[in-house]
């Protein structure tokens, strides 16, 4: 049966709720693929993160980035799901990713701003500047914490987050790195000039002009892909 029309409401088995008796679901195919999508963009992410490849990280962003996307359309298409809780058990505080967004901020300047517009179906705002650390530091905040049920036992109530918070949050937030991304490296396979971003507006304080941070960006994404003469 394909995703788009699979009836997932999640009930595979009893909750592990923390009460004497219960014992964890049993997840079925599409819920261990799913949390094998999310869990490998998390230690991915992490890994580029510690900047042993910087050459490589734009692109293995993209890819990894790519995938997350698949996974997130998959619970995008299938039916709500619905947890067998009325409430959401208490998964403690979410993990603090301060550092993952740091490093990845050193990792990706000075390419690490960029613009996207929130709603394309919206009123016509301009674009908003954006930084891609921001962005996937907390989508793994996000994903991470459906992993806490996940791991717990409580299948359901982790594709119920993971399905509500791509509709709500990181499905737009992921889709907005993955054009930033695409972006980049267009821009050095199509040997075209990165230009200033619109209306000539400043995205970063680091006293670096539109003309300065383009010329880096190319540069960079140059010498990652091996392209002369950007």
Known sequence: MSDTTTNTTITTGTKATGTAGHRPEEPDDFAVQIADSVNSFVLSVHEIAKGD????????????????????????????????????????????????????????????????????????DKPVPCRISDDLSGVVTDLEHGLVHYRAGRVS?????????YLANWGSTTTAVLRALHSLVAHVRLDSPIGAPADGADTDDDGLTDEQLGQQAGELMAAELGVQGL
Request: avoid cysteine; charged fraction near 25%.
């Open 157 to 165: 109530e982790a594709l119920w987050w993971w399905q509500f918070s």
């Open 53 to 124: 490849e910087p050459g490589s990280a734009i692109s293995l962003l993209l890819l990894e980035v790519s995938q997350l996307l698949l996974a997130g359309g998959r619970l995008g298409a299938i039916d709500d799901v619905l947890p067998e809780d009325r409430y959401e058990p208490d998964t403690g505080p979410d993990a603090d990713e301060d550092d993952l967004r740091q490093r990845l901020a050193d990792l990706l300047a000075p390419i690490d701003v960029y613009h996207e517009v929130f709603d394309p179906y919206g009123p016509a």
